[in-house]
């Protein structure tokens, strides 16, 4: 840059630009780069002249400091200044198939202090279309925060449940919560849900593939299911057949705890482990399931002391002792 201002030189004789004139000159008052003799020499010369002329705002404030530099920014335009990020915008204009070539954004950013690309002309429906769909936008992106923080707070305990793709499921001693995430959009109304007690499928509506469907590890108790949408997220509640305080014939509550959702589920979203950890005996149960506790027998009376309590006599006090033999 050092060399090229060192050899920008400002030309050492002034002339008209189209007649060659030396005397009584003066500056096209946009582009400041070229000389005229009169008006009509600069409009004579303009159509020529029109392709080049634009102001250049780097030169205009290194005109005094630095005239020399000056003039050879006037002389190559803001190709002399560009930089990475001029440059790189400069390379996706040259390489973009719609919108503004690279030509035109050379025209929006030489010669300004602020190179910025001209902002685009729309008419009044393609704003409305715009505003419209960038509404949407943000309506969506609220949503899908809402359902990632939703999303998030579900913690799966080892042993207890598995983060599976595009759902997870948990368990206690009675219940087993199966969370879904829910298309984006989709409201909980068009939701069809087919539970029974060994089956559960999940559709986003009538003739729509299922959402999520098999065959349940075990038997639950379809009509004390419930099931709701909150922030796009399907929460389920499968009361288990096989529960703490109403268990099978010859189960015990180890029997309860489940090692996967479906019956049929691979090996890598099974739990890994052969009995229940010990946090499930700790976990929540119905306690109307548990049988009730027999009633205690009532409390025995204070057994009689054997020594006889002496009367009293009339006066209130004790009743003297009877004179025995000497």
């Known amino acids: 840059m050092a060399a090229a201002r060192d050899s920008a030189q400002p030309p050492s004789e002034r002339e008209c630009a189209n007649c060659g004139a030396t005397e009584r000159l003066l500056r096209c008052s946009r582009c400041r780069a070229e000389w ?3 008006l009509a020499c600069h409009k004579a010369y303009y159509p020529v002249h029109r392709a080049f002329c634009r102001r250049n705002d780097f030169a205009d404030a290194l005109e005094e400091a630095d005239p020399r530099f000056s003039a050879f920014l006037r002389r190559h335009g ?4 560009l930089g990475d990020a001029e440059v790189e915008r400069l390379e996706r204009a040259g390489r973009a198939v719609l919108g503004p070539g690279r030509q035109e954004a050379m025209q929006g950013m030489y010669g300004r202090l602020d190179p910025q690309p001209e902002p685009p002309s729309y008419s009044p429906e393609e704003q409305q279309r715009v505003m419209a769909r960038r509404l949407e936008e943000a309506a969506k992106a609220r949503l899908m925060s809402r359902q ?3 999303w998030e707070e579900i913690q799966i305990e080892p042993g ?3 983060e599976c793709a595009g759902y997870k499921w948990r368990q206690t001693q009675s219940h087993v919560h199966v969370f879904l995430r829910l298309p984006e959009g989709l409201p909980g109304a068009c939701l069809g849900l087919d539970l029974t007690p060994q089956r559960l499928a999940i559709a986003a509506g009538p003739g729509q593939a299922p959402l999520l469907e098999g065959r349940l590890y075990a038997e639950i108790k379809a009509e004390l299911s419930t099931w ?3 922030d796009g997220v399907l929460t389920l509640q499968l009361l288990k057949r096989c529960r703490r305080g109403s268990y099978a014939p010859g189960a015990t509550n180890a029997d309860t705890w489940w090692r996967s959702l479906w019956a ?4 890598g979203e099974t739990i890994q482990r052969r009995h229940p950890p010990t946090a499930y005996y700790w976990t929540e149960y119905e306690e109307d399931d548990l049988a009730p506790e027999p009633a205690l027998a009532p409390a025995l009376p204070p057994p009689k002391s054997r020594r006889a309590t002496a009367p009293a006599d ?6 003297p002792e009877p004179l025995r033999a000497a």
């Open 36 to 38: 005229f003799c009169s």
């Open 78 to 81: 803001k190709q002399a200044v």
């Open 148 to 150: 990632d923080k939703a």
């Open 160 to 162: 207890m449940g598995l």
């Open 228 to 230: 709701f949408v909150d």
């Open 264 to 267: 049929d589920q691979p090996q």
């Open 314 to 319: 009339a006066s209130g006090g004790p009743a």
